[in-house]
């Protein structure tokens, strides 16, 4: 089997010996990698376990001998999943192992942003400045979420903490959960127009990718602030910029990106932005859940084939 996440492992490091007793040959290259570099490293391989590596069709393809993929995390975008279904591979994730940590996450950004506190750090502190910044509370103002499930409604539960007005957008919307929560389900332009914070918590798509576009950054308010913990793509990189270059809104927090790393991105450019490197779910927690939960994908998987084949 390859592992391929940086932290996998990282607080049970015995987890390797359990893999071994299972009957298990670990190769362990920490990636993200190229998809070359994949196609190499995954001959032979029967087990993927996979974290933010782009697992193309050509690396399914060639993956001769791959029969289950299991992602630590949650997202399964960067899997190619039509060609793994096609190649007979199963692809498992591990839902819910982060919601706490991205939403502990998201608030952080939040407050940072709207207080000016990594780059008062940063750029007035350790330069020696010592100027003030004048930041705005978040207490009291209106919370937008694109998204209410697991994670949009972790960060509900916070919001409700600084007396905030949430409203939220969800193409499947759970109406008891949203009026267990206080919140009000509304369109999406409705969350565009009406909130001073909008944050982003909608899987990758071919509905959801450049939700966020240079039309829709136009609606927002002047003072708005955008937060982007799901995933790169929902948000047109090149149109936030211009809109954050010409003042259509605030500033904006991103933990995602189009591509990662992002390599010379003109967000580096500008000062109303705080830029992370998906970062969001790296608690210690999260990781140890992620860990756990991501293995016992690939042993449950592999006891139901033994079942299966199991003489009855």
Known sequence: MLITPRSYGLYHPKIYEYWKKEGYEVVR??????????????EGVEVLLVGTDHISKKVIQNAKELKVISKYGVGIDNIDCEAARK?????LNTPGVNTEAVADYAFGLMLSLSRHIARSHFELVQEGTWNKTVGVEIFG?????????????????RAKGFN????????FPNEQLAQELGVTLVSL?????????VSMHLPLTKETRYMID????KKMKKNCLLINTARGGVINELHLYEALRDGEIKGAALDVFE??????????????????????????????????????????????????????
């Open 29 to 42: 290259k920490a990636g993200p990698h190229s998809e070359e570099d994949l196609i190499t490293y995954l």
């Open 87 to 91: 190649c007979g591979i199963e692809v």
């Open 141 to 157: 103002k209106t919370l937008g979420l694109m998204g209410l499930g697991s994670i949009g409604a972790a960060v509900a539960k």
């Open 164 to 171: 905030m007005n949430v409203i939220a957008y969800d193409p």
């Open 189 to 197: 332009e409705d969350v565009i127009r009406e909130s001073d914070i």
């Open 214 to 217: 240079c039309n829709r950054l």
């Open 259 to 312: 591509e990662e790393p992002p390599t010379n991105s003109p967000l580096f450019e500008l000062d109303n932005v705080i830029l992370t490197p998906h970062n969001a779910a790296a608690s210690v927690e999260a990781v140890q859940r992620m860990t756990l939960r991501s293995t016992d994908n690939v042993m449950a998987y592999y006891e139901s084939l033994r079942k299966a084949m199991a003489p009855s």
